[in-house]
DNA sequence: ATGGTTGTGTGACAA
């Protein structure tokens, strides 16, 4: 039995459409995460994923900002949606779900970005971004007796040296300075996750899921990120068979910054 | 040090 999951950050769940469909066609993956889908839930293109196949569907959004999924063949249950610091956010999604003779909590998470300044007392943005990995931090993988656990999502953070196209140059940069990536890899070591990006492409080999739009030539440059993140609980980290980031996309038609990655488990 | 682009929804923000 095998699960296939992707996760993609795709910066208007409307407006990129027809990608969405491109990545559904071409990959099949049993669930699809988005982030950024950025309408609220009634117009949010539900019939569109159910016609292929994505019936099961766990949608948290708001209009304008923000906003999250779970598109689904398998049935999800427990759906649940979390609003860290009640800031009225759409940031959050979970669901139970059943395959392989496993039960996995599924986390889909939406990380604030922080705003460009790095000081919290001077830029409020980033002070929900830090509050925001403190509350994260409490979020265990073995939280629920019997039940495995998978987090994806763009976590807005790029947490290791090779995270980045250059470190140095990075550090003082939000998504890449110290109380940031040491924070999130405290949620990692508190939360008792394996981030399986990094297990399937150990440093130093660079891995980048974001290029800025504002390059002239994001792949020339190729000046990326790796800010979206698939991890699990101990127990489902051997199952891991592989971790694809499709670069390809993000030179697809009218694209996002993010491209999609996809996790495969084999159980 | 600055500016560069995109999305929502027609303003100014957010990323």
Sequence with gaps: MTLTLATWNINSVRLRLPIVEKLLDEKNPDILCLQETKCANELFPAEAFAARGYQHQAINGQKG??????????????????????????????????????????????????????????????????????????????????????????????PLEHDVWSHKQMLKIVSHTPVETEGLLEVIAKGGWVDLMRQHAPEPAKLYTWWSY??????????????????????????????????????????????????????
Excluded at 95 to 104: F, M, P, Q, Y
Excluded at 231 to 251: C, H, K, N, V, Y
């Design 65 to 158: 900002y923000h906003g999250v999924a779970i598109l689904s063949k398998l049935p999800l249950s427990e759906i649940d949606c979390r609003d860290h610091g009640n800031v009225g956010h759409a940031r959050h999604v979970s669901a139970l779900v059943e395959t392989g003779g496993k039960r996995i909590r599924l986390h889909n998470f939406y990380v604030p970005a922080g705003g460009d300044e790095p000081d919290a007392a001077k830029n409020p943005k980033f002070a929900h971004k830090l509050d925001y990995i403190e509350e994260m931090k409490a979020l265990r993988a073995d939280a629920e007796a019997g039940v495995s656990s998978i987090l994806v999502g763009d976590l807005n953070i790029a």
């Design 214 to 267: 504002r390059a002239a030539d994001w792949a020339a440059s190729d000046r990326g990120r790796r800010l979206d993140h698939v991890w699990s609980s101990a127990d489902l980290a051997p199952d891991l068979t592989d971790i694809e980031i499709l670069r390809d996309a993000r030179g697809w038609e009218k694209p996002s910054d993010h491209v999609p990655v996809i996790a495969r488990l084999t159980f």
